[in-house]
């Protein structure tokens, strides 16, 4: 599975940025696919995810701001976010699954920058 994230960026607090991210595979259907930030010093954690059946999860610090959705049909993913915070600045990473799992990705994209200044 290759994955490209595309969409990062720098904008002021308030602003807003998508982010997307397409997965290409020769095999089976991706069931999993999210979000994952990681800034400086800290871990990666999940910013939201999405099952090809539509289930989502979403962090607690970016329920409603962001909106995790997926092409019908495709395993292309989206990321609005909006109402932008500087801590949300981070590098952002796509991450899917063959499984239906909104946790445990299993591969991974180059990530994305995203700054959000105050």
């Known amino acids: 599975v290759q994955l490209q994230a595309f969409g990062g960026g720098s904008v002021q607090a308030g602003g807003f940025l998508r982010l997307s991210c397409a997965a290409s595979t020769d095999c089976f259907a991706i069931n999993g696919m999210g979000w994952f930030r990681q800034g400086p010093g800290e871990e990666r954690e999940l910013v939201a995810a999405i099952t090809s059946g539509g289930r989502t999860s979403y962090a607690d610090s970016v329920k409603g701001r962001f909106t995790i959705s997926r092409e019908l049909g495709s395993n292309t993913m989206y990321l609005q976010m909006n109402s932008l915070r500087p801590e949300d600045s981070a590098v952002y990473f796509c991450?899917?699954?063959?499984?239906?799992?909104?946790?445990?990705?299993?591969?991974w994209g180059k990530g994305t920058q995203v700054t959000v200044s105050s």
């Open positions: 991450g899917a699954s063959y499984y239906y799992t909104l946790t445990d990705m299993n591969y």
